[in-house]
């Protein structure tokens, strides 16, 4: 039996493993990075037969399995691995032949990852021109419908922060390229125009805040077919090389504001310096469910060149979450209005609305 010192040891280092369990369980999502980590002491123990030998004093107890009440302590991971994470994590270091290899992982401490998962300064869910995976169909009165795509996505290439996708905080550098065009559904799918981007920015996020500065080109193209069939036309090589900075901040769980500033550096083709975009978007955790849950956005994109008028585009429907990776799939109906959606043609004015799918990674 454990004297008096021997079981107040015990009940004290029970009650933090459970106070952590706890933690980890009610905290908010934002909150990663005030989580509480096992020092590495305690988790990364040598061996017994690697420590150097003690005197045995009659004043400390030894601990064994049968002194610890395993049932009483939470451990966030999930129910197939709990008993043994369990073992590895808390066990093994207490009868002190914990494997050097392990290494448990804990999302809050920062560290160096090279191809991070997931990212940290989201993509604007009715940013029309965000890199990502999607296709609306679009109608509109006068000019027949036509299907709007993107192709491409972004990536983190470097990361100093907390691990894994969901809520990460810290440092990422990121690379971002898509291909976004239009086909005429009413004459053979032909591609009208295209505009291709590419860029790179670093981000950080502290909490529910989130920050970029970085650089983007965007140039536009017009369709082989689309001049075929509109003889005469006078093609603009519309260019932007821009630097960009931006915040996004989530004022509560659900809902999240924007704006972010460019200025092109090296123009082409009518457009001008500045460019402005601004937003809000509503999108749930409980998307991460497996029945999904609502999202509605709203966006507006100012620039220079239309004496800071632009387009408003809208997007609402339901999403899905992984739970894992993060990423983001969307079902809904779209909105816009103001000027053309491709720079091709971007002194004309347009309003198109219809629904479309869109995936973000």
Known sequence: MLGTEGQFKVALLVTLLVMT????ADSPQWTDDLRVCFPDALLLEPPQSQRPQ????????????????????????????????????????LRGFAPQAHRPSCSACPSWQRLPDGILYPSYIAGEKEPRMGIAVLGEKDRGTVLEESIGGRLGLLRYGS????????????????????????????????????????????????????????????????LVRNIGFQRLNYVRDSAIVGVYHNVTVDIAV????????????????????????YSSPDAAGPGGAPFAAVNFHLREEFNFGGGFNMLAGWEWIGPRTGNRFRIGGQFYTGKEIQWSFFDEDITVAGAGIWYDF
């Open 21 to 24: 369990g706890t933690s980890r």
């Open 54 to 93: 003690r005197p045995q004093s009659t004043g400390v107890a030894r601990i064994t399995s049968s002194d610890i009440d395993f049932a009483a302590v939470d451990i966030a991971v999930p129910a197939e691995n709990r008993q043994a994470s369990f073992n590895e994590a808390v066990i093994a270091p």
């Open 163 to 226: 691990c894994g996708p969901i809520n990460p905080q810290g440092w990422q550098w990121d690379l971002e390229s898509a291909a976004l065009l239009r086909q005429d559904i009413d004459n053979e799918l032909d591609v009208e125009a295209v505009d291709f981007r590419v860029g790179s920015v670093i981000t950080y996020r502290q909490g529910a805040t989130a920050y970029k500065a970085g650089y983007y080109h965007l140039s536009s193209h017009v369709g082989d077919e689309y």
């Open 258 to 281: 924007y704006g972010e500033v460019a200025y092109a550096f090296r123009t082409d083709g009518g457009a001008e310096p500045l460019e402005l975009q601004f937003g809000s978007e």
